[in-house]
Each structure stands twice: as C-alpha cells, then as structure tokens.
C-alpha cells in the first residue's frame, strides 16, 4: 500500500486554477456533483475519509475547510495524478492519501477497468460480492491489487476513525459495509454512491440501518438514470 502524506509534496506545474485549489489534471465527471460538496460543507472541520478520490476533487475541497482528510484510490494512475494535484497545494497539510482498494478483507482481486489513463473512472474490484450495474465492467485492462477492509486499514496504520465518510467506490460499496463495523459504530454522516437495481442494494440498506444511520437526503446524479448519492446521518 502506498501512502503519502501533504507536508511533504513540491510544487507542480499548474495547468489549472479553480477557487483555492490548483490542479495539474482534472475531469469534468465527477467535479461536477455539487451533492457531495454540499455534504461536505454543511459538516463543521473533523475526520473526513474519501473512498474512491480518484483525482482528489472533493479530497482538497474537504481540506480547504479545515477538514484533517484520508483519502483511498485503488488505480495506480489516479493515484498518481491524486499525488501531484495534492503535491501542487503546499498549503493544505492535513491530507493523507492512500493507494489501496477498500473491500470486506484483506487480500489480492483483479482490478478491471476500460482505460489505464489518469482521471479514468468506472475502475471496479472483482468480488463475489460485488455491488454494481455490469455496464461499469470491462476486461479491456485487468490487473491484480491490494484490498483490505477499511477497519483494518485504520488499525493497521494507527489512523483515527472517520467523523464523515464519501463512499463512491463502483460497486464495493456493499464489501466496504460488510468489513468496516468499527468505521460505521464510530461515524457520525456519511453521503454513498448506490444503485437501487443492484444485487445487494437492500443488504446495504440493512447494514446502515442497523447501525443507527438513517436517510436525510437522496441526489440523483448527473447523467445516471438509476444512480444516486445518498446522505445517512446518526440520530
């Protein structure tokens, strides 16, 4: 698992400028869902985990808001460009990032996705318990990577426990559930990518119900007809 921390970065060649924070690559996708920004701003500066950074957009926004961020890619090339966008802001310090796939264990899967470019989505773990439309799916590039689960991640690496969770990880949603009892008994909100015609959407349901969370809002996202952000909150 390849881990980098903020304070350590240099400055990169700036490409693009966007409110305070400066990015050496960007993609228009996922920048674009205001849903999750809105979650992040109504929450006050704590222990703020991204799973599925991809390129960092909400990783460095959350940052910018005093937030102390960990942030967790499984593909080795937005992890990449994660590093150099956060490498190219000196100045947010409290950012933690983590080359790794979030599942329900510890153990090696097949990384699939379509493309091997930097800012490429749709990158999906191979798990019997997958949780995903199959139209996500591609074999075009396969690659075998490290998964783990987030509880034991934090364990491990002696990481405090997430006050606020974004959860958009193409379909291991339900395995990240399934292995993290700890990070969910501890967490106070979380906002999750789901899919209500997936195979396990009601398994999840089950889990974050049956740790106190309950549903305050619901966000369609952009251009995805049965894709939605959902924000679950405790109490």
């Not at 699939?112 to 074999?139: D, M």
Request: aromatic share 10%.
């Amino acid at each position: 698992m390849k881990v980098f921390t903020s304070d350590s970065q240099q400055k990169n060649k700036i490409k693009m400028q966007s409110k305070s924070i400066e990015w050496v690559h960007t993609s228009s996708e996922h920048s674009n869902e205001d849903s999750i920004k809105e979650y992040i701003d109504q929450n006050p500066p704590g222990i703020f985990y991204d799973l599925g950074a991809n390129l960092g957009w909400f990783s460095l926004y959350a940052g910018t808001l005093g937030h102390q961020v960990y942030a967790f890619e499984v593909d080795e090339a937005n992890f990449s460009g994660l590093k150099d966008n956060l490498g190219a802001n000196p100045q947010l310090t409290r950012i933690n990032i983590f080359n790794i796939g979030i599942a329900d264990k510890k153990r090696r899967v097949k990384l699939r996705c379509n493309n091997t470019e930097i800012g490429g989505h749709h990158k999906t773990l191979e798990l019997e318990n997958f949780n995903a439309v199959s139209g996500i799916i591609s074999y075009k590039h396969v690659t075998e990577i490290e998964v783990d689960s987030l509880d034991n991640i934090i364990e491990e690496n002696g990481l405090p426990s997430p006050d606020y969770l974004k959860v958009d990880i193409d379909g291991s949603e339900y395995a990240f559930l399934l292995g993290s009892p700890n990070v969910l008994s501890k967490c106070k909100s979380m906002v999750i990518e789901l899919c209500p015609s997936t195979d396990f959407y009601n398994e999840c349901l089950q889990i974050l119900e049956g740790h106190g969370f309950k549903l305050s809002k619901t966000y369609p996202i952009p251009g995805w007809e049965d894709g939605f952000n959902y924000v679950y909150e405790k109490g």
